[in-house]
């Protein structure tokens, strides 16, 4: 479709429809789109009042991406289906229609921006409160006629689909289930106003489709509630006739696959919480019983809320984890959320990097002999060393003579200078100054909670002052040797509070290198040992030209094959709403989320299809070191959803909560070409491994070329073949 505003339009229709089961998936939206229609009037009724709240929104220039998302039609979807289900589609409730849209959208926004300041979904209160209002203000309109659904079931199979979907539906009607697999997709049809448990198949199979793991939450919800109002003796006809069950089918969804990361932990919060379901609901139906106005899905909507609200509120957390970046199914939620633990770990919201430049020896860490011990056990020294493993050049009797003396200090990540001290003058060597234990120093805040003290300052050197704002890198001073340093040392640690001298934080340095016998090696995340020879990455420009994607660029490649190709286009876009840069292949409609930073550039996402030049350049690039160090090793995970298909990916969506079986690795070395000590050109040599357990099923090379900084060519090699794509200026 080459309008993008129609394309937007009706993505925003159909996601509307699958926004009801928190996806954003078009096969699941046409299915239920079919459910809707199996009653026709109910069917029409949504869909107009799809569209004219998403026309509505439009007009208004309200929230592009909420319309888009089907955030917001997703309630008029339902106050549609809801209001057929009671009047007959004339022209008077057409002109009802219009009235609940604009009513919808405009409660809609106000519990979006109500709910969005704690952080909560509004889910779809918009359509119970819209739905109540009027509900008791049309029992006075004489020319609203009741329907009489329900009554003549096979006057309406007729119109709808003739004599012979008469005859095919009442047999199906006959069809002996098992009582609770009955009531089951009722309640799961109930959710769309429909009857039939037909529809709760349809729909059942539309969300295995889409999720395994939702089904199974599905399932695993319902049985719980219906276990437990069976165990407290509660009344099973509100299950059984009222379809309440899809409060349960719903809350489990929503609490265990969507708004918490799915694991085993999650999975039996969920069911821990349906009790909650059905006292809910038994207390809201005595109460709204008064009314004469039904509950529908409050019960969902309250205790989701509230348990969100709990989680959001915690100090610490621990064992149920909140999904950060939604990503639109269960499964991808997980496996995203893995590969960001083993990118960066748990709880790391701050990524410190070594404070200086070059290679540097621990001469103390952690648990050090020296001064190392109780509350400041969690610090490092580190000092520069020659091939002797001298940290001096002799006679070693002058300041001057030590290697890191006057050498430049850095912030090891951005924040603020929360405290400085200066004018404490440097020790003869051999000497200490007990009255300034710490000497001249800076004490940088990352965080809530998170600071970072650099001491041994020389006197008069620091360059910041307290309230400035620091990047990583930023140079804060030059080593000196003030006060308890006996020779010239960076003393450097992580702690909670801003006072310079506080209880020390363990907390691990983020990509460094470590020297080894046999050579270099790339330390993702790490807590340098005392001894060892480490030091910052340096980063090559023309690396780091070849990746810097500036938004607006547009990259265009040309496929070396034996027939002519249409040049594909990469267009480097923002996403507004999350400040995330992303490539968009214009040919394929994929999307590749990147991020570029000081040392390193990684891909955070990929949406498309699993094959395409964009594809492609999303795993072999997925993780660059910028800098050019020959044979140096980058390893990394590639997110399961990005790699499988087939029976492989079922089976391993199914048992995701329990164990991830499969592994796809990422390796990656770099190749450089030299003339006269200038990197000319490199290779970026890409290995993906499939793994199960020990067993390695499939394999794929993948070269990058680079020359002058700017990508040249993009090779892959499978079993069976192997192709190549040309980037030319665009």
């Known amino acids: 479709m080459s309008d993008p505003k129609l394309r937007a339009f009706l993505d925003g229709v159909l996601n509307s429809y699958a926004q009801v089961f928190f996806s954003k998936n078009k096969w699941l939206a046409v299915i239920i789109l079919a459910v809707t229609f199996l009653d026709w009037s109910a069917g029409t009724s949504a869909l107009l009042m799809v569209l004219l709240t998403q026309a509505l929104f439009r007009v208004l220039g309200l929230d592009q991406a909420g319309w888009q998302e089907g955030l917001y039609g997703l309630n008029s979807l339902l106050v549609g289906l809801c209001l057929a289900n009671f009047y007959t589609f004339n022209l008077q409730f057409v002109s009802l229609l219009g009235i609940a849209s604009l009513l919808s959208c405009f409660i809609t926004v106000w519990l979006v921006r109500q709910l969005g300041k704690s952080q909560l979904p509004f889910l779809s209160l918009p359509f119970l409160i819209t739905t109540w209002i009027l509900l008791l203000a049309v029992r006075d309109f004489s020319f609203l006629s009741l329907s009489e659904k329900g009554v003549f079931v096979d006057n309406e199979r007729f119109a709808l689909g003739g ?59 319902f049985a719980g509630g219906y276990a437990y109002m069976q165990f407290v003796g509660d009344d099973l006809g509100a299950i059984h006739y009222g379809h309440i069950g899809f409060n349960f089918i719903l809350s489990s969804i929503a609490l265990a696959g969507f708004f918490l990361i799915p694991n085993r932990r999650s999975i039996l919060f969920g069911l821990a919480i349906t009790p909650l379901i059905a006292v809910m609901n038994s207390a809201l139906s005595s109460w709204f019983a ?32 909140l999904t950060k970046v939604q990503y639109g199914s269960p499964e991808k939620n997980l496996y995203s959320y893995a590969n960001y633990l083993l990118r960066f770990g748990v709880g790391e919201l701050v990524r410190f990097q070594l404070p200086f430049y070059g290679k540097w020896r621990v001469s103390q860490g952690h648990d050090g002999e020296h001064t190392h011990q109780m509350e400041w056990n969690h610090a490092w020294d580190f000092d520069l060393v020659n091939q002797e493993g001298l940290n001096y050049r002799l006679p070693g009797t002058r300041l001057e003579h030590y290697h890191c003396f006057s050498k430049t200090i850095v912030a090891p990540a951005p924040g603020t200078v929360v405290a400085v001290l200066d004018g404490v003058k440097d020790n003869p060597v051999g000497s200490i100054n007990q009255t300034h234990n710490w000497g001249n120093t800076v004490v940088i805040q990352h965080g809530p909670a998170l600071y970072s003290q650099l001491s041994h300052l020389k006197e008069n050197s620091i360059l910041v002052k307290e309230g400035e704002q620091l990047t990583t890198g930023t140079p ?129 996402d990929y949406i498309g299809p ?121």
């Open 476 to 604: 804060v001073g030059v080593l000196g040797n003030s006060g308890r340093s006996p020779y010239p040392h960076l003393h450097f640690q992580v702690q909670a509070s801003p006072y310079i001298g506080s209880e020390t934080l363990s907390m691990p340095l983020s990509h460094y290198l470590l020297e080894k016998e046999e050579g270099l090696e790339l330390v993702e995340r790490g807590i340098p040992k005392e001894g060892e020879q480490i030091g910052n990455i340096e980063t090559d420009e023309g690396l780091r030209s070849a990746f810097a994607f500036i938004p607006g660029k547009t990259l265009t490649l040309i496929e070396d094959t034996s027939g002519a190709s249409e040049p594909l286009r990469w267009k480097v876009k923002t996403n507004i709403a999350t400040n995330q840069n992303y490539l968009h292949c214009l040919q394929t409609n994929s999307f590749a989320y990147f991020v570029l930073e000081d040392k390193l550039f990684y891909f955070t």
């Open 610 to 730: 699993k094959k395409g030049w964009l594809y492609w350049f999303y795993l072999s690039a997925n993780k660059v070191l910028l800098g050019a160090y020959e044979d140096l090793e980058v390893c990394d995970r590639i997110p399961v959803h990005h790699f499988l298909s087939g029976w492989r990916k079922l089976l391993q969506d199914v048992l995701a909560p329990l164990m991830l079986f499969y592994q796809i690795t990422f390796t990656s070395k770099c190749v450089p070409v030299r003339e006269n000590f200038r990197l000319r050109a490199l290779t970026l040599k890409t290995k993906i491994s499939a793994r199960w357990g020990r067993f390695q099923w499939r394999q794929l090379y993948l070269n990058l070329q680079i020359e002058e900084g700017q990508l040249q060519r993009i090779t892959v090699q499978t079993p069976s073949q192997q192709f190549t794509a040309r980037c030319i200026d665009g």
């Open 290 to 321: 008064y009314f004469q106005l039904p509950i529908y899905s409050l019960p969902f909507n309250i205790i989701v809320v509230l348990v969100l609200y709990v989680l959001h509120n915690r100090q610490h957390e621990r064992h149920l984890v």
């Open 163 to 221: 004599l012979y979907l008469v005859q095919v539906m009442n047999q199906v009607d006959t069809l002996e289930l098992p009582v609770l697999v009955q009531v089951y997709f009722r309640s799961l049809g109930a959710i769309f106003f429909q009857s039939s448990w037909v529809a709760g198949v349809l729909l059942g199979i539309g969300l295995l489709l889409f999720s395994r793991i939702a089904f199974v939450l599905s399932l695993l919800g």
